[in-house]
């Protein structure tokens, strides 16, 4: 990974709206786990987090958004690993490596985040906030991508293929690993899938 500037620590004010942002995430889980995601409401979770709905409208927009605040920090998180790639990587190595060097700095996939996710397959409206988190990721990828892919693709199309198949092949590894539980680890069945589907961008 090539070097980057580091940024400068945030100040306290910032702190502390990440801390109330985060307080409001791990509230919406609670709640949603203890009771359902039909089930809970903004004030619910507003109560649960000590806070007002009108604090809570100054963080999400809506439950939803709060309960997947925490993928949207870990997507940010890849897609700042594939900005920081070297610029000589061709686009679909970048977004492997990117991945993982992700995944291993994430570890074992923890219990919560995996009985998050079964949950979400369950419920179709979240199902449906989980793609609006995606799309939003698949715009900073394809940037990045679009980066590598220069004059070549002068409409964006082949990068927002290459971003589009690149996080089908991420989501489609974690079904199949949550729902068949193989013997080996997520990685390894993500690591396998892109290296086959990157074929076709060689």
Do not use: C
Request: charged share 25%; no cysteine; glycine share 6%.
């Amino acid at each position: 990974m090539s070097a980057t500037t580091s940024e400068p620590e945030p100040g306290l004010r910032e702190r502390k709206k990440a801390a109330t942002r985060q307080a409001l995430h791990e509230a919406s889980l609670r709640l949603a786990f203890e009771h359902g995601p039909d089930r809970i409401t903004v004030e619910a979770i507003a109560d649960e987090a000590g806070v007002s709905r009108r604090t809570f409208s100054n963080y999400f927009a809506n439950k939803e958004e709060a309960l997947f605040y925490g993928d949207l920090q870990r997507m940010r998180l890849l897609a700042g690993m594939v900005r920081e790639r070297p610029a000589s990587e061709p686009p679909w190595a970048a977004l492997s490596g990117a991945a993982e060097s992700f995944y291993r700095r994430l570890g074992d996939l923890d219990p919560e985040w995996i009985a998050r996710s079964r949950m979400v397959r369950r419920h179709p409206s979240l199902a449906a906030a989980q793609v609006q988190t995606f799309a939003a990721l698949e715009r900073e990828i394809s940037a990045a991508v679009a980066a590598r892919v220069g004059p070549g693709d002068p409409f964006g199309v082949r990068g927002q293929l290459i971003a589009a198949t690149f996080l089908a092949v991420l989501r489609v590894s974690l079904n199949v690993w949550l729902e068949r539980r193989p013997e080996i680890s997520f990685w390894d069945l993500a690591r396998d899938s892109l290296a086959e589907a990157g074929r076709g961008f060689a």
